[in-house]
């Protein structure tokens, strides 16, 4: 019989070298909000998403581009940058055909590791687009990594939900012998029907919420309102077309 | 009203120093089986017990000592030494008034990283002795590390178990805003009444298990069986006698 690819979840990007990475599909988790934003500025017809992890070069890449700048720290927009993290910025008829320059911390700070490591591809997830991304996983028949980007390397609940989400999703696919992957499993199982009144007992949600963002980040534990696969290539994130 | 002091869980020994750990107690966890197996050497008598790190360091010490070598690789007594890692080898009539040096990977190696980053006393725990770490952490009223020993750095399922028995436990004394608390106590909430059919999904049963060490697991998921507190002090773990 056929060995299945297998499946594991690194609960934050300090752990991500004690994994062999090469020839897996990396999913980049960042549920409040970078990848969450990053789907929908996608499924709203961006033409590409361009993660970067620091302002300077977000201001560069934005003027070398054309390209729409946004960051936010402590819930205000960046100074020197044009837009917010927020999803809710980002409808068509804004962001239809245009280039967003996203300056993210977490996010890309594991983004840029998986490359580094050697993935084979790299795609971002979060609520938003769990189909798409399961579709995809099952589709490619390689090993998996689930990749939580935390917050400043702390565990986060957040994105461990939506790895148990995924694994809800492909687990009879996979291979899953690893217990962060059977405890994300748990966990969604535990919450997957009071998401939205346990997602408000989470860290980052008391931090975001102070910034009045509590709609922002129900919407980031919505299922499918943007389902679309943001697929890395040369520096960008765009639609995966295979 | 009186500040309670705060309580946090760290995961694997790779997320330690995002913490501060200074002037906290850190209990360290090594479920399978280290923690397990020093709670029960104390508990039936053992004048201390010497964590170490290295073989020779354990062949050396207990040269100096007099004391018993203990150590296990792949379920077996490692070459050189006397006695392996469980805690069934470790009755009164045989340790009573002993020194046992005892070498182990991951939670010996946490011990020395808490001790280097200043933390302001160390104990030891697990399931055997939960009632005795539980009294010692309330009658403090200093701040908490519940330090996970992971395997390999990697996330285990039955020290955050234990993490989560505590917290059952001593929540009321503590400030806890963390998601890995939060994860730990869910967990331990989810599992509480089949801990012994849980913890067979875990990867180290798995590991041990093939060993034909089940009886040793089992043992070391029981509760109070050997409650003692294990108190760090100049290099040996001895009975707190605070």
Chains 1, 2 share one sequence.
């Not at 720290?73 to 910025?89: F, H, M, Q, T, V």
């Not at 998986?114 to 490619?140: I, K, M, R, Y």
């Not at 917050?151 to 899953?176: M, S, Y």
Request: aromatic residues 8%.
């Amino acid at each position: 019989m056929k060995q299945k690819p297998v499946l594991h979840t690194v609960l934050s990007p300090r752990l991500l070298d004690i994994y062999d990475i090469t020839n897996s599909v990396v999913v980049i988790i960042d549920v409040f909000r970078a990848t969450s934003t990053i789907a929908t500025a996608l499924y709203n017809g961006a033409a590409r998403v361009i993660p970067v992890d620091s302002v300077e070069q977000c201001i560069q890449i934005g003027k070398n581009t054309g390209g729409i700048t946004a960051g936010e720290r402590d819930g205000k927009i960046i100074p020197g940058l044009s837009y917010g993290n927020s999803p809710a910025e980002y409808p068509r008829s804004f962001i239809e055909g245009k280039t967003l320059v996203l300056t993210t911390t977490n996010g890309t700070r594991l983004l840029h590791m998986a490359l580094n490591n050697g993935a084979a591809e790299v795609v971002t997830g979060s609520f938003p687009n769990l189909s798409a991304v399961c579709d995809h996983l099952v589709s490619q028949d390689k090993n998996v990594i689930l990749g939580c980007s935390a917050w400043k390397d702390r565990f986060n609940l957040e994105d461990t939900l939506f790895a148990g989400a995924v694994i809800d999703e492909v687990k009879d696919h996979f291979t899953i012998h690893c217990d962060s992957s059977l405890m994300a499993s748990n966990m969604y199982g535990l919450h997957k029907k009071d998401m939205f009144s346990f997602i408000r007992n989470t860290t980052h949600w008391h931090r975001l919420a102070s910034y009045g963002l509590e709609s922002d980040l129900e919407y980031c534990v919505t299922k499918d309102v943007a389902n679309t696969l943001p697929f890395y290539k040369n520096g960008d994130l765009v639609v995966e077309t295979v």
